[in-house]
């Protein structure tokens, strides 16, 4: 259950560290870190001094929120996110969402790593999310009160923001970033999929496949913050020639696509 006296104590307490009027929130990916050594100025509050903020659980993920400049911005970053698999709920997933919210920011980027489910992509490729499939059974906005936080039944018709989107697109022309356009469908994991689960994604329009980030989004939507992503894929996922999937070798993918993706989150965060 959501509970605002919890957090205005989030906020309240990342404001006396210094967290002060952040203008970006980032969320960062699996195996998406690089991020973090292009901010200036840091203030960090891991997860576990934060009071009713959840604790990170998967080893490569850090459990930090860092403040700083990044593009002449004052910005948040996550580093470390929350997922349905580590047994966390809907709302523990979306928590540092709001938190940034209740900070102040007027935007959200996200990332994550993913999967190629249209073979016309490949890994290390970039994948700018235009829609997505939510495939996780559930709804961060499915809890009694939530009219307290925001309109019930959120409309999700457009929920990535085309101005920034569109930005990004032309940030990737003029950088020489190939910037695929895709749907995102998110899955509850931690399993990989089966050959005909892939199919069952391609048939249902998906274009690549991860075990995050639309919750956040339906939260961003749900706080009228415009809001976009860009999935680093990280693996191919043909079902006639599947083949086993190493979490390292998705981690070191991530990391040597992950350049592209900072070089245009910092010079969207600069056009803001």
Known sequence: MLNKKQLNQSVEYLKAQGFEAPEVGIVLGTGLGQLVDSIENQKVAHYNQIPSFPLATVEFHSGKLIYGDLGGKKVVVMQGRFHLYEGYDFIDITYPIRVMHGLGIKNLLVSN???????????????????????????????????????????????????????????????????????????????LETRAEYRMLKILGADAVGMSTVPEIIVANHLNLPVSAISVLTDECDPENLEPV??????????KAEPKMVALFKGLIELL
Do not use: W
């Not at 490949?122 to 059974?137: A, F, S, T, W, Y």
């Not at 190493?246 to 990391?255: E, H, R, T, W, Y």
């Open 246 to 255: 190493n979490i390292n070798d998705i981690i070191a993918i991530a990391g």
């Open 113 to 191: 790593a993913a999967g190629a489910v249209n073979l016309d992509m490949k890994k290390g490729d970039l994948m700018l999310v235009e829609d997505h499939i939510n495939l996780q059974g559930g709804s961060p906005l499915a809890f009694k009160g939530v009219s307290e936080f925001g309109e019930r039944f959120t409309d999700m018709s457009a929920p990535y923001d085309k101005n920034m989107n569109e930005q990004l697109k032309v940030l990737a022309v003029n950088q020489g970033i190939a910037l695929k356009e895709g749907v995102y469908a998110s899955v509850v994991g931690p399993q």
